[in-house]
């Protein structure tokens, strides 16, 4: 499967043998893409709507990957628990909704998960969020896609360092 920039720019960063979670999954293909390359043997993806679960579905039964892949009809990261993965990529969805995510899942504050984050909205809100909450910066990337830039963060906690 080929991805857009802006998604292979996401997958770029996730390190071979990571466990991931990809929230709002959408149409599911960065899950795919990462089972399809070998970089991940297995992927939670979660969607709050049961029509993009579908459709990843489809994705990964085309993709023949659909073994590596555990999807969850879920809010966020309701649906994972803390030892199911070690990396979390929330990315395609408003500042203020990644900020909510992340408030509901107290886990991530912890120096075993890496997230990566790729807000299309409020990310000055999401910026001091996430440094009021515990969160460190390791990493600020950008791409260009269909002739949009966007901000990719790489995130874990304080407690990391």
């Not at 997958?11 to 795919?32: C, E, F, N, Q, Y």
Request: proline share 6%.
């Amino acid at each position: 499967m080929n991805l857009p920039p802006r998604l292979f720019a996401i997958a770029r960063l996730i390190p071979p043998g990571s466990r991931v979670a990809d929230v709002g999954t959408d149409h599911g293909k960065l899950a795919v893409w990462l089972l399809e390359q070998g970089v991940c043997s297995c992927v939670v993806a979660t969607d709050v709507a049961p029509g993009p679960l579908s459709a990843a579905r489809r994705n990964a039964m085309r993709a023949g990957v659909v073994s590596g892949l555990d999807f969850r009809l879920a809010d966020g990261l309701a649906a994972v628990s803390p030892e199911e993965i070690d990396m979390v990529v929330i990315a395609g969805m408003g500042g203020e909704t990644i900020m909510r995510i992340l408030a509901r899942t107290p886990w991530l504050k912890s120096e075993s998960y890496r997230i990566i984050l790729q807000p299309q909205s409020k990310i000055p809100e999401l910026l001091d969020f996430l440094s009021i909450e515990g969160y460190l910066i390791l990493a600020q990337h950008f791409v260009e896609d269909a002739g949009r830039q966007y901000t990719i963060f790489e995130v874990t906690a304080w407690d990391y360092i």
